[in-house]
């Protein structure tokens, strides 16, 4: 093929295929917490009344325009006109309003219901505007807005979201054959800016190297977050591909059940942390490329502060507490973690460290259903590896319930203190207190955050590169010549 028609090809393409490693459980992201949910759906089916862009910064979306009065009580949320959900009901503040206050309800499986519950009323003056009353202020919910499970659905059809999304998006569901593919089309009617992409198609990949052969043979042209960093060096003499580097929320941690015995003992957690030697686990697993964390809070989050290392790596120490504990030597765990090579290689790695200090560990291998409803859903495990990626999500270590069952009243108390305040010098005050709160209660072990690497055909404009939400959005992405 010329030159020329290669320009033409690549002028003309209107398709993209997409390599993920992980396929949604459904696709109902108010049902749901997995991130391969918001992968597939954020901003690309369902919108919200705000998004956050690529930088994180919040931005209008189904609201043009919205008000806070003084007392941090009130939000007016002005809307867009002329914008239909896929089924072709119209947007109108009910349709908010049912979305919001579903959200919250008594019986909400919503991943974030705790943020709904701040809702004490809303009202609508007007089918087009949106007045949101909270029953306190509550600092980070403009934020939580912008998150994927405070999508607004459509009334008539909410019911088949898992299997059958429906929004107001760029992008209607096309089809899905689980275990492959699934593929999404242009929104024909959307009120916004008309997508440049005519379908997209997400193939569920979680084989690097098989992933790696795809993309290398055109096969896909883009990978997000690729799964192996080994694999990488693949990519580097391609003329055809490029590998980015982005930040994205991941923290990785050794997740500790606080309401099982023996992790209800401080000590035990502290001995479990001195136990492992993190910087070597990095060096295994990440490369060394890696930041080592001491607390739920990403190197990329503008709260985020470099703490000291409370607990390190001492396993003669770990004996001592352990001892001190009554733990005697032998005794039985249990480590499962999900089918992604991060979690699988540092519970390897874990349990190693942890038979150095007389514990026995069993690895148990669980696919991502059972992990989200075993594990997540229902509490029910010993200890597990998982990369939290959600932004700013330190709040979960007040929610009720959360699978690693924490508690700290001096937590709920800071917690209390940050989101009754708008004032952002104080917020960062109190979150750095909450940040070292947790790094002396080690109710998890924090292990790293990683850096984001992206693979994608150098033609491909407009993917995001950073990931500040668990999500792709494909609205604005499109092929140059």
């Known amino acids: ?66 008000s806070v009065s003084p007392d941090g009580l009130t939000y007016d949320f002005a809307l867009h006109e002329n914008v239909h959900f896929h089924d072709g009901t119209l947007l109108t503040c009910e349709a908010v309003k049912f979305s919001l206050l579903r959200a919250g309800a008594s019986g909400s499986t919503n991943p974030d219901r705790s ?67 699934l593929t999404l089309n242009r929104n024909p009617e959307y009120w916004g800016v008309r997508p440049a992409l005519r379908s997209v198609t997400f193939r569920f990949m979680p084989d690097p190297l098989s992933a790696s052969n795809a993309l290398l043979a055109g096969e896909l042209d883009a990978y997000p977050s690729f799964p ?11 003329p055809q591909l490029e590998v980015v580097r982005g930040s994205f929320p991941f923290k990785a941690i050794l997740a500790l059940n606080n309401a099982r015995r023996p992790f209800n003992d ?87 460290y942890l038979e150095q200090i007389g514990l026995n560990v069993t690895l148990q291998p669980v696919e991502w259903p059972a992990w989200l409803s075993q594990i997540y859903g229902q509490g029910a495990f010993d200890m597990t590896v998982i990369a939290h990626t959600e932004p700013h999500d330190i709040a979960i270590y007040d929610r009720t319930p959360v699978y690693f069952h924490y508690h700290s009243p001096v937590f709920h108390d800071l917690l209390q203190r940050y989101e009754a305040t708008a004032d952002s010098a104080l917020r960062h005050e109190l979150s750095t207190r909450m940040q070292a709160q947790l790094a002396l209660d080690e109710p998890n ?26 999500g792709c959005p494909l609205g604005g992405v499109f092929w140059e010549p």
């Not at 809702?119 to 807005?145: K, M, N």
């Not at 008539?156 to 059958?164: E, R, T, W």
């Not at 990440?286 to 001491?294: H, N, P, R």
């Not at 770990?318 to 001190?324: F, P, T």
């Open 115 to 181: 943020t709904f519950k701040q809702i004490a009323d809303i009202s609508c003056p007007d089918s087009l505007h949106v007045q949101v009353r909270l029953q306190r202020p509550y600092g980070s919910f403009l934020y939580q807005l912008a998150w994927n499970d405070a999508a607004i659905l459509s009334p008539a059809s909410v019911a088949q979201n898992i299997s059958h999304p429906v929004g107001t998006g760029p992008f209607i569901f096309g089809e899905w054959q689980r275990g492959d593919h």
């Open 445 to 470: 072990v924090f292990l790293f955050s990683i850096p984001r690497e992206t693979v994608l055909n150098r033609h491909l404009k407009g993917l995001w590169t950073n990931q500040p939400i668990a």
């Open 228 to 238: 192996s960093r080994e694999i990488l060096s693949r990519f580097t003499s391609n």
């Open 1 to 66: 093929m010329s030159l020329t028609a290669c320009a033409k090809a690549a002028e003309e393409r209107d398709t993209l295929s997409i390599g993920l490693a992980i396929e949604p459980p459904g696709l109902d992201p108010t049902r749901g917490s997995s991130e391969a949910i918001g992968m597939v759906t954020y901003d690309n089916i369902y919108e919200g009344l705000v998004r956050l862009d690529e930088q994180g910064t919040i931005k209008p979306l189904l609201a043009r325009d919205w």
């Open 266 to 352: 401080l000590r035990v957690r502290q001995a479990i942390a001195q136990a492992i030697d993190r910087r070597a686990l990095i060096q295994a697993v990440a490369e060394g490329d890696a930041t080592l964390l001491q607390s739920h809070m990403a190197p990329d989050d503008p709260d985020y502060v470099p703490l000291p290392d409370r607990y390190p790596y001492d396993p003669d120490h770990a004996r001592a507490l352990l001892k001190d504990a009554g733990i005697a030597p032998g005794l039985h765990l249990t480590l499962a973690f999900p089918p992604i090579g991060y979690a699988r290689d540092s519970s390897e790695l874990i349990a190693a």
